[in-house]
C-alpha cells in the first residue's frame, strides 16, 4: 500500500522553469529523509536532492545548486522540486525516494521508489 506519485513532468523550452511533486501515502512520512533522484536516456541513476525528515536541511548535486530547490510538506505527505533555468542536460525521468533515517546518496539503500516522472528540455 505504500505509494510515491509524482507529477509535474512536461516539455519546457531551455532557461524555463518547472516545478514537481510528489505524494506519499501508507508510511510515516516524517520518518523518512526524502530524494529525487533522475535517469537520463541511456544513463544510470543520477542522485539529484535531498531534504531532511522537517525539512530543516536540504541537499543538492552541484550540476543542481542555485538552480533547483526541493521542499516538503509534512502536513500533506508532499515533497517538492522547484527547476529553474532548465538545460538541455537536465532532461530526464525524475523519481521521488524515501529513505528511513539519514542522509544517503545510494540508491540501493532508497527504501520506496515512485514510478517517475519525465522532464523534457528542449526548444
Known amino acids: 500500500e505504500v505509494k510515491l506519485v509524482e507529477s509535474g513532468g512536461g516539455l519546457v523550452q531551455p532557461g524555463g522553469s518547472l516545478t514537481l511533486s510528489c505524494l506519499a501515502s501508507g508510511f510515516t512520512f516524517d520518518d523518512y529523509t526524502m530524494n529525487w533522484v533522475r535517469q537520463a536516456p541511456g544513463k544510470g541513476l543520477e542522485w539529484v536532492s535531498a531534504i531532511s525528515w522537517n525539512g530543516g536541511t536540504t541537499y543538492y548535486a552541484e550540476p543542481m545548486k542555485g538552480r533547483f530547490t526541493i521542499s516538503r510538506d509534512n502536513a500533506k505527505n508532499t515533497v517538492s522540486l522547484q527547476m529553474s533555468s532548465l538545460k538541455p542536460e537536465d532532461t530526464a525521468n525524475y523519481y521521488c525516494?524515501?529513505?528511513?533515517?539519514?542522509?544517503?546518496?545510494?540508491?540501493?539503500?532508497?527504501?520506496?521508489w515512485g514510478q517517475g516522472t519525465q522532464v523534457t528540455v528542449s526548444s
Open positions: 525516494a524515501a529513505r528511513a533515517g539519514w542522509l544517503s546518496q545510494k540508491e540501493s539503500e532508497y527504501d520506496y
